[in-house]
């Protein structure tokens, strides 16, 4: 969210900026009424040839009578071309057909349909594109006959930011909302875990039953990683750091790819064998590979195919990361391809070549890599295709193969050490405190921050498990209180999402680590026996 409010931010300073502009062309307006009685035609044509607005003066007929360097600037259309012309070729339809029936209309009644200050409105450059304007119209004789001075000032770039900045509300709400929805269903998913957990440990002999429940569990594991990738969307979950394979990422995406790319586009792995393993967030570098899959399909309208390659790098170097191996991920396409001064910008916030496209998706695939503490090239040419390739450090070891058949070790590990659980969601609040007392801890449940400052002045514990989230306030809140006073507090938080402001350095320092729901039975009881192992 930090990221996401400072472009907002500053997007709304450049909106500022150009609206003092516009104030500066309303003073320049003055000037120039004030310049040809004061210091006649020299001080005129100074002050016409040198303001950064376009300035067109045209008769009662409509014909230009003048066109300075500005509003060659801005429509694009040298003096010559332009001066004996009816304005209206600097209009588009349908203001170009109209415009003659405004000025006579205004003649006849005196009522102006263009007259005034700081009316928006939209002109036409020599290429044919149209763009928004800000006019200003100011009538005065000239021996006897009627004149219109037209001050304008190209205000697209304005209208663009004011754009991005509706887009950066929009995404913002609907992150908002995405994140609400995960958080809730997070919770959801941590109960069906945990019960499935139970039944797994209390299953034995029955293969068949065993073989159905670990399939149901891998489903609501990928159901979580759904939710977790809203939270990403939303800016309310931290990236989680592990070893893992880029072939084994690949592969997992494929089918979702093949689904975005549509039928006409085919998918090439080309993945090493032996593969080094990176240290790095699975659900961000999804997001990598959809961007970039997203971004390939739009460059192949006609169909063609999306190369996704793998190789280890035994040395490299670049400015953004140290020196050493890498693991490579390359995504190359068969499309239009890009001509150099797009490639130059390819990654600037802001900056697309599509009619409807917000110019985040690529900045946002950069800011992931730098994350990563790697780097990403791109390789392009018009009609050659594109060709992204991200380099990530490499641990030059395998990844762990995930396992959850390890909660038999730490099952009744208990010695009868006195665990206060906090949680607000009834049902997951049972099963913490079912699969705790099963495994031979004195559980004690509390649902809001002051029932648990109530339970701790009756009792000592030897652990305290907290939700982030509670309905009078926050878990970290309370267990700085209580570590001020008890400075060999053990702790640990749980949260369904980040999007609340916890000062990570401080939850560091004391030592109180976070799981993320929804989280394994085994993951709970192993973090609780490392707790509890730490005290004096």
Known sequence: MRDQDKTKTQLIAELDALRGEL??????RDTLRAAVPAG???????????????????????????????????FGYPAAEVLGQNVAMLMPEPYHSEHDNFIAAYLRSGIPRVIGIGREVVGRRRDGSTFAMDLAVNEFRLDQERMFTGIVRDISQRKELEAQLLQAQKMESIGQLAGGIAHDFNNQLGIILFDLDLLIAETEGNTGLLHDLDKIRKVVLRAAELTRKLLLFSRRQRMEFRPLNLNQQVREMEKMLARLLGAEIRIDLRLAEDLWTVQADPSTLDQVLINLALNARDAMPG????????????????????????????????????D??????????????????????????????????GWIAVDSSPGQGTGFEIFLPALQQAAPEPRHDQAAAFRRAGHGERLLVIEDETELRQRLAQALGDSN??????????????????????????????????????LFSLVAEHPDLVALLITGHLGHALDWERLQQAGFPVLHKPFAVEALLKQVRELLGRRP
């Open 23 to 28: 104030a500066q062309v309303r003073q320049e």
């Open 40 to 74: 006649g035609e020299d001080r005129y044509r100074s002050v016409v040839d040198n303001v950064v607005d376009g300035i067109v003066t045209i008769d009662a007929l409509g014909t230009v009578c003048s066109f300075n360097p500005a509003a060659e600037q801005i």
């Open 303 to 338: 169909g063609g195919t999306l190369y996704l390659e793998t190789r280890n790098i035994p040395a490299a170097a670049h400015p953004s990361s140290h020196p050493g191996p890498f693991a490579c991920l390359a995504v190359r396409d068969t499309g239009t391809g890009m």
């Open 340 to 373: 150099a001064e797009v490639c130059r910008r390819i990654f600037e916030p802001f900056f697309t070549t599509k009619d409807q496209g917000t110019g985040l998706g690529l900045a946002m695939v950069y800011g992931i890599i730098q994350s990563h503490r």
């Open 441 to 478: 801890y004195s559980v004690q449940t509390a649902s809001t921050l002051a029932d648990a400052h109530r339970l701790w002045q009756q009792e000592h514990f030897d652990l305290v498990i907290s939700d982030v989230a509670l309905p009078d306030g926050k878990g970290p809140d309370l």
